[in-house]
């Protein structure tokens, strides 16, 4: 065999063996390994295990363990109302929150987290998901709050109150101490009731104590953990106040951009996986929770139309005036009064009229 040859062999050997090392080396430098932490606004219950723990673990599993996330309590890191804060300011890379809970930085975030005047939670999944919510979310939050903002769960309506007083109508309404958050706070307060706000953990004992008449926090499901039917006689239903409700996911700025293209594509995965997961067990656990109420002795009470109708002119009348002076409100409010408009009468065609019982 000639010298040429045998030269050509080692040659193409080389390139083989490089072919084959080269991907090693580029795949590792991409692969890196993370260990960040995740802040919450939660105490613990189902926006912890379904929500952010849920999160971290598929994060875990889709990256083979490379991306590891300890979640905290909310609290244990910084204040339960201010993770995008606490995000932030890089005390925690990752966290949870209802991004509600800063609309007193920008009444904006409350169209992105639900309120009043909100539509329903299968239209907000198609408008987040299909019709650029979710971009808009990014750009706002980003500009806004110097955060990655993506959305992590998210609920159907949910329950009016846990009253320890029976409320029907609106008259029941007036001068009632009730915990919520956001801007029906503000709405509440137009419609006679006297609002007050506290983190998730200090809910139960203010109820227990009388310091507040009632609660809003989840859905039927959610609030069974808590346990604010223990104390509170009275179920309130539907929750008008908060047709939908969808979480956010914030991400520190600096922390994500060390993230590879392929790792960051992988968090908003597992983000989607998990808010769509939610819905489903969330409407599953809906179903099969009032006869929990029920049991413990709770009386349910249905909403008057005259409460429902209110609710809504009230929070259409809101989102107007936040509009007129917030371009970001602005902006957001028309794309979804466009989509609204779009998915006009679907019912029509999505539904079909069912006798019950």
Known sequence: MSKNILSRRAALAGIGAG????????????????????TTAWPGGPLMDIGAKAF??????????RIKVQVFPGGALG????????VKNGVAEMGHTWMGYDWGADTTTVLLGGY???FDTERMLHWLYEAGGAEIQRQFRDETAGIVSIPLFIRTA??????????????????????????WLDMAKEMGAAPVTTAGGEIYPALERGVIDATEWGTLWENISPGFYKVAKYLIIPGVHQPTAPFELCVNKAAWAKLSERDQKLVEIAAKLTTFESWTRIGQEDAKSLDVYRKAGNEIIELAPEVQYETKRVAL????????????????LDSQIAFEKQWQGADRYRKVMVKEG
């Open 56 to 65: 971290a673990d598929r994060l875990a599993f889709l990256t083979d363990g």
């Open 317 to 332: 009348a809101w989102a107007e005036k936040q509009a007129e002076k917030n371009a970001w409100f602005k902006k957001i």
């Open 116 to 118: 009043a005047g909100s």
């Open 79 to 86: 204040n339960a109302l201010k993770v995008s804060e606490t």
């Open 19 to 38: 072919a084959v090392a080269a991907p090693t080396v580029i795949g590792s430098a991409k692969a890196q390994s993370v260990s960040w932490k995740m």
């Open 158 to 183: 949910e329950v009016f109150l846990h009253s320890r007083k029976p409320v029907r109508t609106l008259a029941d309404l007036k001068g009632l101490k009730l915990r919520t958050a956001g801007a």
